[in-house]
């Protein structure tokens, strides 16, 4: 029954980009070495008048979130008559950045001839760059708090540069992998046929649609014969997402970035008019971000040894945690949760997909319960706790002057991320009361599970640092400052 809905959905877009008439554009001619983007939103809503509701909901989604990190679907699911839709150049640009209600940060970018702007979440813990498309675009259950705007839909039928891509294209198996289900046989046949469908989940929502080349369009440069998906239906999707992971079909590979950096501005969780900059460099070797008081610190990414069995890991930015500081003190984490084993388990990702870090429970046992016994003159805020999935959280409402621990990340060759407070414990509004913002396996009642990274350091954790990810030098950099 699903796949037949979802034939007759796939033969409408079909004949619709049969319309369209495809030219190939040119690249202009640059010399500059970046491109600076706004992530930034198109719409500005009023803070949440229940902040138990918003933490409540941001725990839950970073929770969802961590398990389809920790067990990923694969990317080359394509469907088939047995099983259901639902189954499983020198120039570069910089853009703003605004964080979003929905605990994400969002990017402005401009598909197809003329450009048509579309809005989206960026996200490095996954590859695809895909957007609502088409005037019949779904979407089931994307109502998030304080977000009342209407999805902006890319319209292939106005776009005289869109193309389906065929099933003999290279750029097909890129996201559906070499087993790719194609209803032609092979040979030239193969080469006319568009390739199948794509099905992608993130947390508890995915999306569902067909590949196209398109142009993708920033101030003085175009690039040409982009891999963009059309999504036609999605649950639990806010917005269209920019996917700058490490697979071949992310944005950074696609323009073949040396590196990529963004600034976050604190988190409100209400839709804002604030944003920082995503910058995207064509050389490793920009001095620009250089500041001899405040230098950017470095730490290699990590490699995951079990790519060859869970490939889907490959896509992730993994990182060497050595040592995780509570008030000065070494929080005594197993090793086997530090560094990926020979399964594949362990280790830490950077995730900006993720609002909240996750942490594997005996990890997040051991460094709440260090918060807990340093701030244990502080009475527990259990009811809060309860609501929000969050623990510890502390009541200080009657305190003039209240004391919390610093909290230190020390990674692979020293770097140390000195967290602002306002980073790891969030505010309850009104009511006097601070949580501490990780989330583990169970904690706002979701199903166990193991597996996969242990930790994920969650955009939460990044605001107020500049973030750098050298590609070109495979190490990850890091400076604290005020992001605007």
């Not at 605004?98 to 048509?116: A, C, D, K």
Request: proline fraction near 6%; hydrophobic fraction near 35%.
């Amino acid at each position: 029954m699903a796949s037949s809905s979802s034939s007759s959905t796939f033969s409408l877009v079909s004949l619709a980009l049969l319309l369209i008439s495809a030219f190939s554009l040119l690249i202009s001619p640059c010399s500059s070495t970046k491109i600076t983007l706004s992530l930034s939103p198109t719409f500005h809503n009023q803070r949440s008048s229940d902040p138990i509701q918003s933490l409540t909901s941001l725990a839950s989604a970073s929770l969802s979130r961590a398990h389809n990190l920790k067990h990923p679907k694969s990317s080359n699911t394509t469907t088939s008559d047995d099983d259901s839709v639902f189954s499983s150049s020198n120039y570069v640009p910089k853009t703003p950045l605004f964080p979003r209600s929905y605990g994400g940060y969002s990017v402005l970018l401009r598909f197809g001839t003329p450009p048509q702007t579309v809005e989206l979440v960026m996200d490095t813990g996954s590859s695809l760059v895909w957007f609502p498309c088409t005037s019949r675009y779904r979407c089931s259950r994307c109502s998030f708090p304080n977000t009342q705007n209407p999805v902006a839909k890319f319209i292939p039928k106005l776009s005289s540069s869109a193309k389906l891509i065929g099933c003999g294209n290279a750029k097909c198996q890129w996201v559906l992998g070499p087993t790719a289900k194609c209803d032609a046989a092979g040979g030239e046949d193969q080469k006319k046929t568009g390739c199948p469908a794509y099905i992608i989940q993130y947390g508890s929502g995915l999306t569902l649609g067909l590949l196209l080349s398109e142009s993708l369009d920033f101030p003085g440069k175009i690039v040409r014969d982009f891999l963009v998906g059309c999504s036609i239906i999605s649950s639990r999707q806010p917005a269209g997402i920019a996917g700058f992971g490490r697979g071949v079909e992310s944005l950074p590979s696609q323009m073949g970035l040396a590196k990529f950096s963004y600034c976050l501005v604190s988190h409100r969780f209400d839709d804002t008019s604030f944003s920082s900059d995503l910058v995207l460099y064509s050389s490793s070797d920009d001095r620009e971000e250089e500041n001899g008081r405040n230098p950017i610190l470095y730490t290699p990414f990590q490699k995951n040894p079990s790519l060859s069995s869970r490939p889907a890991f490959k896509e992730y930015y993994y990182v060497l945690l050595r040592k995780v500081i509570v008030g000065g003190q070494h929080v005594k984490i197993p090793y086997k949760f530090l560094v990926p084993g020979s399964d594949g388990n362990g280790g830490t990702i950077v995730d900006s997909g993720s609002t909240f870090t996750f942490l594997d429970k005996p990890v997040y046992d051991a460094v709440s319960g260090e918060f807990a016994k340093q701030m244990k003159n502080y009475t527990r805020a259990k009811g809060i706790e309860s609501q929000t999935g969050l623990s510890p959280c502390f009541d200080i409402s009657k305190e003039k002057n209240a004391i919390f621990p610093e909290l230190v990340l020390q990674f692979k060759g020293g770097a140390k991320m000195e967290l602002p407070l306002t980073n790891y414990f969030s505010v309850v509004e009104n009511l006097g009361t601070v949580c501490l913002t990780f989330v583990t396996n169970n904690v706002v009642g979701g199903p166990e599970f193991i597996g996969g990274p242990a930790i994920i350091l969650g955009n939460f954790q990044q605001a107020n640092f500049l973030i750098e990810y050298d590609l070109k030098n495979e190490r990850f950099g890091f400076r604290r400052q005020t992001c605007k």
